[in-house]
Nanobody, 125 residues
Framework: QVQLVESGGGLVQPGGSLRLSCAASGNIFSINTMGWYRQAPGKERELVADITTNGNTNYADSVKGRFTISRDRAKNTVCLQMNSLKPEDTAVYYC???????????????????WGQGTQVTVSS
């Protein structure tokens, strides 16, 4: 089917930067919105940012002005540039994609949300 693979997480000091990347692969026909979510311990998963096929972006209020989402439609990738990181940004970050894909052993197309495995971002001194 479809796989999303994330990279770029790690440990960074407050005020530092990290860049997350996510690559989608598989029997993909097209991808609609792609985005990043995060989940901190004891909290619900929340939207960080997403981007449509037309490049329209949407950000959580807590990251506006600090994070930038971008995508390469030809490569089926989405990135999240995170600057001025704060301890409260610590979480597991998940890539998400709304994908139209070819079903196995069939030429029919299906639509489904796919998730990456998650990458840990820790902001601490």
């Amino acid at each position: 089917q479809v796989q999303l693979v994330e990279s770029g997480g790690g440990l960074v000091q407050p005020g530092g930067s990290l860049r997350l990347s996510c690559a989608a692969s598989g029997n993909i026909f097209s991808i609609n919105t792609m985005g990043w979510y995060r989940q901190a311990p004891g909290k619900e998963r929340e939207l960080v940012a997403d981007i449509t096929t037309n490049g329209n972006t949407n950000y959580a209020d807590s990251v506006k002005g600090r994070f930038t989402i971008s995508r390469d439609r030809a490569k089926n990738t989405v990135c999240l540039q995170m600057n001025s990181l704060k301890p409260e940004d610590t979480a597991v970050y998940y890539c998400n994609a709304d994908v139209i894909y070819y079903a196995l052993y069939s030429s029919s197309r299906r639509n489904k949300d796919f998730w990456g495995q998650g990458t840990q971002v820790t902001v601490s001194s």
